[in-house]
């Protein structure tokens, strides 16, 4: 089987919704316009490397949503968030601090890592290239805040950096992050990941990966205020017994059917 960072992820933060997604084939409805967007930013990124215009590539990506019944942030518009695109990307242009040798190559890289027994781990690298002349692995992120710079180091804790570290060998990671405000800007923020974190990385894959394996799904309950993650799960209608409400939030994959195998083997 392939597992990815974003298997692990959904797992350590719930085996049950683990399970609605990955092995019952539940997933959520592409509604989020932050998320679309994201997606359509990236390409336009993509574009740039290329020597393509990159701003012409946003508004391609970006329109094929514009008819789609999106969920919009507050003060958020379609136009809107076109107009930021194109504004960070002049900047990103104009700052001039990333360098991608051989793009088709070093964007959006495809890695592969054998696990444990027949399983492998998979990862998509959004790019390997330079910072401010310093090879790195690279991360994309689009936002409307800042991301924290604060305390010194926090951003070798990120536990997605820390797994493509481990991934790729590459020490070096860095998050480029496009916030979307009122006045546009661009965070470049870089840090060293340790032999010692993508070991611990290595082994919590490994104990992940037997404990799903072992069909082991017991619910982690979120609700306790303020912080209440359950509130904005999009699985959190199977939970409830809500069947009209996981179905308003996600779609069922073709073919997956016929479970019953994972109930007998949690008894």
Excluded at 73 to 84: F, V, Y
Excluded at 163 to 189: N, P
């Amino acid at each position: 089987m392939i597992y990815s960072y974003t298997q692990i992820s959904q797992y350590l933060t719930c085996p049950r919704r683990y399970r609605y997604r990955y092995l019952e084939g539940w997933k959520e409805k592409d509604t989020r316009a932050a998320m679309l967007f994201g997606r359509a930013f990236e390409r336009a990124l993509s574009a740039y490397f290329l020597r393509e215009d990159p701003a012409a590539a946003l508004f391609r990506e970006w329109s094929a949503c514009q008819n789609e019944e999106l969920h919009f942030a507050k003060n958020d518009t379609w136009d809107r968030m076109l107009q930021q695109g194109i504004m960070l990307l002049d900047r990103f242009c104009q700052d001039d601090r990333v360098h991608i040798r051989q793009p088709r190559r070093n964007l959006q890289v495809k890695v592969l890592k054998p696990i444990s027994g027949t399983n492998d781990f998979v990862a998509y690298i959004d790019a390997i290239g330079l910072l401010d002349g310093t090879r790195c692995l690279l991360e994309w992120k689009t936002t409307s805040s800042r991301y924290p710079d604060e305390p010194d180091g926090l951003l070798a804790l990120d536990p997605q950096l820390v797994c493509y570290s481990w991934m790729t060998g590459i020490a070096d990671v860095a998050q480029v992050v496009f916030v979307r405000k009122r006045l546009v800007e661009v965070q470049y923020l870089r840090t060293t990941i340790t032999d010692e974190q993508r070991q611990e990385f290595g082994q919590l894959v490994e104990d992940t990966v037997r404990r799903i394996e072992s069909a082991q799904f017991l619910p982690h309950s979120g609700i306790r205020f303020p912080q209440n993650p359950c509130s904005s799960c999009p699985y959190v209608g199977f939970c409830l017994g809500r069947q009209d409400m996981a179905e308003a939030a996600l779609v069922r994959r073709p073919g997956a059917e016929d479970l019953d195998w994972l109930d007998e083997l949690n008894y």
